[in-house]
């Protein structure tokens, strides 16, 4: 079953059509610079070599938070999804000051239609990159999110591994090369995570991952419960202590109520 796979990469090189996904990633990773790795507050000084054993919090936004989340996405046009990115970049951007953060996503790897019965795992991962400047509005900056998260899930097939041979970052072999925090809808590939004029293309395949693989420092999992919306974080206890874990998950709540009364 994964020859099948095999064959849609190959197909997808000698067409073409990779290489355009690669100058899209290629200009994505380098304008109008290399990605500077997000500096943020730790409870610990990281050794250089991680092991990346990750504690675990869980947290909710409620019912009425969920509810004005909602209400939100539905006034703005956009998806669950994209504001949930934008309030993480904006939290990211009050920790660290920086206007120029990457964030990471997970998604299926099953763009085309023929790919969708095969058995295996094919998870491939996407860096976002956006600039979370205090001059911007929040609706200029969810139009950013917006225009960014389509323009990768446009070109989702390019390998996140063939990027980083491409950039040639300075790489510590115990941490991601491009982005330190992550965050992916659990069911990311539903029609919600999709603009609506898209959601026609959009795959409806579930994808689940119970913990994160990206050799990252936090990772959010995100499920719409429809009437609440509930996180899983994951968070390196070689960087953060328990409690610091539970402060940032309350930060990212405080975030998004004022984003969704503002």
Known sequence: QYKDFAVYQDHMYRSGQM???????????T???????LDIPADFIPSREMS?????????AGQKLT???????????????????????ILLHKYSGQTDIVIGTGVAGRTHADLQE?????????????FPEPQKTY?????????????????????????????????????????QVSLTLQNFRSPDTVPRDRQD????????????????????????????????????????KPQTAKQMADDFLTVLHALAQD
């Open 118 to 130: 095969i058995i295996g795992f094919f998870i491939n991962l996407l860096s976002l990159r956006c």
């Open 52 to 60: 990346h054993t990750m504690g675990k919090y869980k947290f909710s």
């Open 201 to 240: 293309q959009a795959p409806v395949d579930s994808f689940e991952m119970q913990q994160t693989t990206m050799d990252v420092d936090l990772n959010f999992l995100v499920f719409d419960m429809n009437s609440t919306i509930d996180f899983h974080m994951d968070y390196a206890v070689e960087l953060y």
């Open 139 to 179: 609706k200029q900056f969810l139009q950013e999110v917006r225009d960014v998260s389509i323009g990768a899930y446009d070109n989702q097939d390019y390998q996140f591994e063939k990027l980083v041979e491409k950039l040639k970052p300075r790489r510590n072999r115990f941490r991601n090369p491009l982005f």
């Open 67 to 89: 509810r004005d989340i909602k209400t939100l996405v539905d006034s703005t046009g956009t998806t669950l999804y994209m504001n949930l990115m934008a309030a993480l970049f």
């Open 19 to 29: 290489d355009v996904q690669e100058r899209y990633w290629v200009d994505q990773m």
């Open 31 to 37: 304008r109008p610079g290399p990605v500077v790795p």
